[in-house]
């Protein structure tokens, strides 16, 4: 028997581990099976290479067993196993050889959500978060080895005594602590394997002995008891986890039919994906995962998907945006980075070199997949477009060197429902004026001009397109894009004007302001194309795009938006039969018609509010009495 203290100068370490982890309380038993599971590995490899003897029929496993009675949680698994100067080596020594930089490192870091316990070494040690004291019990592969016991009651000294174990491996035993009771409940311990251990590559299995024949769990995962077969024989047990993850297989080895399935069980989303990429990289990195491309509604806020980092075939955790984009957000998949440390600072990983290597490769992946759509499934892109355009227009804003890589395939819907690229919109103009619609209903009526005049339009309805397009202006030398009410230049005759027209249109603008009354609307007469509207309403522009940006900032800017009300322009039409005969009605007359023109194009423009919508109704009567 032998007695000994850790390898560590400060007696406080234990509560430390406590209180840093205690968010993550759970990653202990992520820890102790992936523990197992490296220590079957490690002997697989061994006997690969003839250093040692291992039965051909053996079925390698790691077994969670549940003691609730007795409050122990017990992993052991049949792997490599070792010998008690491997337990004093490995447990006593080298586990703590980085416990001085982590008692220094953990007081600089950020404790709200980083992880640096595993890139330490200590992560046996997070056995201790809700154990008051745990034993090792190992028996070494090695010839003639004799079984190991190491104990410790979460002080600083341990006891390393001979060992009862018969079969190789090891058994870890958790006497669990009156505060974390709740991990020996079968529900919790197979939530939490599910979630880390979903896909660790040796099959791992729950066990409660006290309580062979009853089902305990309600979560919905798979059973290791099942029920009993009519002929009263006990099924075989099953394990947690999928050994072979669909991620770790050649991409020419996998179907459409189980890419759809993993996602379905993995992701719990029963529509579809679009469709994915499979990532199968060996060099100059190890990157293996598979990305899907959900269907993503047009309401930008809220969407978030799901991308599930692994180490090694172990959950790490979602979402990590030092390693995957930002803007792939909003797809969902698997990510396997064997290099890259289970648990590691969020600073670490923002500033290493490595991680923005992979970044970058991922995304350069990610706008390979788009550009090979476009170029050999166009009709299959152009269906995808309506539901990945939004994350195609964020990740351009987000990220300039994909705005390089997908710029050539990113498309617009037009008018008539037809998809276009920029080049293919802008063939044989010689300006670079792209119109757009950004809302078909309310804009109806400008569509329709621009219809009756062989013009067209792309329409761009969401609010990033906003911004979307001024990346495109500033990317794209010469191109501007102008809201289908902004300008009328391409729908107007532009014949030059005699001295008397202009005369006319003078007086005719001077009628309206006096009746209209508000010094802010601009008034001006053109020759539209189509001789049946008799006035439309324009905005400019930048000023409407500056309103739309000080109001999306909220209410403290909305303020701001008052700021470009005069850039509204009353359009009259000199084509329409209606306005050329107000010069001929009396004074009464006129101005029911000249209201009555204003509010259609202010309806024809954007709702009225309710007050002029009250008296929009009242002239229209007494314009019907009239008649009759």
């Not at 990305?291 to 172990?314: C, D, T």
Request: proline share 3%; charged share 30%.
């Amino acid at each position: 028997m032998a007695k000994g203290n850790i390898s560590v100068d400060s007696e406080n370490l234990f509560p430390i581990i406590k209180k840093w982890l205690y968010s993550d309380k759970d990653i202990f038993l992520r820890e102790l099976v992936s523990n197992g599971c490296d220590a079957v590995t490690k002997l697989k490899k061994l006997a690969s290479i003839g250093e040692a003897q291992i039965d051909e029929n053996e079925k390698f496993k790691v077994t969670v067993s549940i003691f609730k009675d007795a409050k122990k949680l017990v992993i052991s698994d049949n792997g490599i196993g070792m010998t008690a100067e491997e337990i004093d080596k490995y447990i006593n020594q080298i586990a703590f050889s980085g416990a001085s930089d982590f008692l220094s490192k953990y007081k600089e870091e950020d404790d709200k959500g980083s992880q640096i316990i595993g890139h330490f070494g200590l992560g046996f040690y997070s056995a201790f978060m809700v154990a008051y004291s745990v034993e090792i019990d190992s028996l070494s592969y090695q010839d003639g080895a004799k079984a190991a016991k190491w104990t410790c009651d979460g002080s600083m000294e341990f006891d390393l005594t001979d060992g009862d174990r018969t079969e190789r491996g090891t058994t870890i035993t958790l006497n669990i602590a009156e505060d974390s009771e709740e991990f020996l409940e079968e529900s919790t311990i197979r939530q939490i394997l599910h979630k880390y251990c979903a896909f660790l590559p040796i099959e791992i299995y729950v066990e409660v002995p006290e309580d062979k024949h009853e089902d305990h769990c309600d979560c919905g995962h798979d059973h290791e008891h099942e029920h009993e077969h009519e002929d009263d024989t006990p099924s075989e047990p099953k394990p947690i986890n999928n050994t072979t993850p669909l991620w770790m297989k050649k991409p020419s080895e996998c179907t459409d039919e189980e890419y759809k399935e993993f996602y379905r069980n993995v992701f719990m989303d029963f529509n579809e994906p679009l469709f994915w990429i499979h990532l199968n990289v060996d060099y100059p990195f190890n990157l293996k995962g598979i990305l899907y491309f959900p269907k993503i509604n047009h309401e930008f806020a809220g969407q978030e998907g799901q991308i599930k980092l692994y180490n090694n075939q172990v959950f790490v955790a979602d979402n990590v945006k030092e390693v995957i984009p930002e803007f792939l957000m909003l797809l969902k998949g698997v990510i396997d980075c064997p290099d890259l440390p289970l648990n590691v600072s969020r600073s670490f990983l923002q500033n290493d070199g490595y991680v923005k290597k992979i970044s970058s490769h991922i995304t350069k992946k990610v706008a390979d997949k788009l550009a090979s759509i476009y170029n050999n499934e166009r009709e299959n892109y152009e269906k995808y477009w309506d539901y990945i355009n939004i994350f195609i227009k964020y990740g351009c804003l987000r990220d300039e060197k994909f705005y390089e890589k997908v710029k050539d395939v990113i498309i617009y819907k037009d008018i008539d429902g037809k998809y276009l690229t920029l080049d293919e919109y802008l063939d044989g103009k010689e300006e670079k004026d792209v119109y757009y619609v950004s809302d078909p209903q309310t804009q109806s009526q400008y569509i329709n001009m621009f219809k009756n005049q062989g013009l067209n339009a792309v329409v761009l309805p969401s609010m990033m397109d906003t911004h979307f397009i001024s990346l495109v202006e500033m990317k794209q030398t010469g191109v501007k894009f102008k809201r289908i009410d902004s300008a009328i230049n391409d729908i107007s005759d532009n014949t030059e004007k005699d001295d008397s027209t202009k005369e006319q249109e003078e007086k005719l603008i001077e009628k309206f302001k006096n009746e209209i009354k508000d010094d802010t609307l601009k008034i001006e007469v053109q020759s539209l194309k189509d001789d049946s509207i008799p006035a439309v309403i324009l905005l400019g522009e930048q000023s409407r795009r500056m309103q739309e940006m000080y109001k999306a900032y909220g209410q403290q800017m909305a303020g701001m938006a008052d700021m470009f009300h005069d850039e509204f322009t009353l359009v009259l039409n000199s084509n329409n039969s209606l306005i050329k005969k107000i010069d001929t009605l009396n004074d009464e007359d006129a101005n029911l018609v000249i209201e009555h023109v204003y509010d259609l194009a202010k309806i024809s423009h954007s709702p009225l509010p309710a007050e002029q919508m009250t008296k929009f109704i009242e002239r229209s009567n007494k314009l019907l009495e009239k008649l009759f």
